[in-house]
């Protein structure tokens, strides 16, 4: 059963740093890309970050540039977000998703473009002081 697990969200303060986790099971993670996304109240679901199969093509939203950072431990089973210098607009639910494209050495973080059809429960992310 394919499945895709959050953790690492939580409450911090303005400034402050979170790494999420995207555990998965059921397939072998080095041969698909993985997108993270985030969903605010009220507004649409926006693409984070993504990172390719094979790990050398990383994507990230302007906004989070220098700020955030994807990574995957293939031997784990696991991509990570690392989240640097939060700001209260950083609060979301945070989801990663599998995008099924098999050894794809892109990634993109438009949903549309890619074949984005496993997804986590998410995860939530509250920056405020």
């Known amino acids: 059963q394919t499945q895709l697990v959050e953790s690492g969200g939580g409450l911090v303060q303005p400034g402050g740093s979170l790494r999420l986790s995207c555990a998965v099971s059921?397939?072998?993670?080095?041969?698909?890309?993985i997108g993270w996304f985030r969903q605010a109240p009220g507004k649409e679901r926006e693409g984070v970050s993504c990172?390719?199969?094979?790990?050398?093509?990383?994507n990230h939203r302007d906004s989070v540039k220098g700020r955030f950072t994807i990574s995957r431990d293939n031997a784990k089973n696991t991509v990570y977000l690392q989240m640097n210098v939060l700001k209260p607009e950083d609060t979301a639910v945070y989801y990663c998703?599998?995008?099924?494209?098999?050894?794809?050495?892109?990634?993109?973080?438009?949903?549309?473009?890619?074949?984005?059809?496993?997804w986590g429960q998410g995860t939530q992310v509250t920056v405020s002081s």
């Open positions: 990172i390719s199969s094979g790990g050398s093509h990383t």
């Open positions: 059921g397939f072998s993670l080095d041969r698909y890309p």
């Open positions: 998703a599998a995008d099924w494209r098999l050894y794809s050495p892109i990634c993109t973080l438009i949903p549309g473009q890619g074949r984005y059809n496993y």
